[in-house]
């Protein structure tokens, strides 16, 4: 891509925008309501059971803990202390088969996310992570979802305010053209290009064949590169009930995103052929102001409805007894989880896998 395409794609693709530059002229409305509740941290009694309200940091294993286990992957948590053999003897007591999928326990933005295809792999992963991290049988089910659910304390029913498929960052071989030269002439790709280029550094001069996907990330997340496309159509009262009762589960789940794999739309409808990879609480985006479509003043729009849902829940919570984190709690477990992001990171564009 020419410099001046980047720039004109750059301008005209505000989603790609780094996120200072999209969320500066809103984070007033934010500092008005970190004043309004006196913390700030103001959105930690949004999720009482998730720690620091599921804004950043939490892990894997304290929210699996709050579903209905039929509802997730089944999991081992392991440590980086773990021998290898010690592993292996738990792989195979859970009778798992590969391939297995493997990520951070407390993650962020698809960072160390693996499909494991052999113990080869799965030593190599073991070998170089440096952080706990969990071995998830692999959901083969063809179609992910998002899915943006909020609900008032004390409400039976809630909202679903934003429902996305999501798409693998990939690239679709000519026969002709090398992995590199396929790279750099996506769109898509290239305010991501160092990542890829460093992640598939073994394979770029291999010629992809015609017709051939090749996928470039594994994860799925919009920050690793996944497409988004709306399903608000598809949005129903059956749709509804079903994150109704994941979220009186435990009567703790208020608001965030659940990222889901299942069947089908309708499948997931009727309670079946699903299963939740991640819940993200406070801090999850809502995904469909990039999937819908929509303008940058729109996008705020949407933006500052859910920041003042999170709000008004954060603010209920409160009033029944759920404290606000303290300014020095809060500031040293955000350090603390920075600068865990930070490792992953930096391991995620070392391992070659």
């Known amino acids: 891509m020419t410099m001046w395409k980047k720039t004109r794609y750059y301008i005209t693709h505000w989603e790609t925008w780094h996120w200072l530059a999209k969320y500066i002229p809103i984070m007033p409305v934010w500092v008005w309501y970190c ?11 949004s999720n009482p059971s998730l720690s620091f309200g599921g804004f950043l940091g939490e892990t894997k294993q304290e929210m699996y803990k709050q579903l209905p286990e039929s509802t997730y992957p089944k999991s081992i948590y392991v440590s980086p202390a773990t021998d290898f053999h010690s592993l292996i003897k738990d792989f195979n007591a859970a009778n798992f088969k590969y391939p297995v999928a493997v990520k951070p326990d407390a993650g962020m933005m698809g960072f ?8 080869e792999q799965l030593r190599a992963y073991h070998a170089v992570m440096k952080v706990d991290f969990i071995l998830q049988e692999f959901i083969n089910l063809p179609l992910e979802v998002s899915v943006f659910y909020y609900r008032y304390p004390g409400e039976q029913s809630g909202v679903i305010t934003g429902f996305l498929k999501k798409e ?15 790279i750099k002439s996506y769109d898509r790709v290239s305010f991501r290009m160092n990542e890829m280029i460093a992640k598939h550094k073994h394979r770029l001069t291999d010629i992809i064949p015609l017709g051939e996907v090749f996928c470039l990330s594994p994860a799925l997340n919009l920050s690793r590169g996944g497409k988004l496309i709306s399903l608000a159509s598809q949005k129903d009262e059956k749709l509804l009930r079903i994150f109704d009762d994941l979220s009186h589960y435990t009567k703790s789940f208020y608001y965030g995103r659940y990222d ?23 801090g999850a985006e809502p995904h469909h ?41 809060g500031l040293a477990y955000s350090m603390a989880a920075k600068k865990h992001f930070k490792l992953l990171s930096r391991m995620d564009t070392e391992l070659e896998l």
Not at 263 to 278: A, D, H, P
């Open 35 to 45: 004043l309004k509740s006196r913390s700030l941290w103001f959105f930690t009694p």
């Open 112 to 119: 160390m996310f693996r499909r494991i295809e052999s113990e």
């Open 168 to 182: 693998f960052l990939q690239v679709i071989g000519d026969g002709s053209s090398t992995l590199g030269e396929l």
């Open 260 to 282: 889901i794999k299942c069947s089908s739309i309708e499948e997931l409808k009727q309670g079946k052929n699903f299963s939740i990879l991640e819940y993200n609480g406070s």
């Open 289 to 329: 102001v990039y999937g819908d479509g929509n303008t940058l003043l729109k996008a705020y729009n949407i933006l500052l409805q859910h920041w003042k849902v999170l709000y008004r829940i954060s603010k209920i919570n409160n009033r029944q007894g759920i404290p606000y984190w303290s300014f020095s709690r």
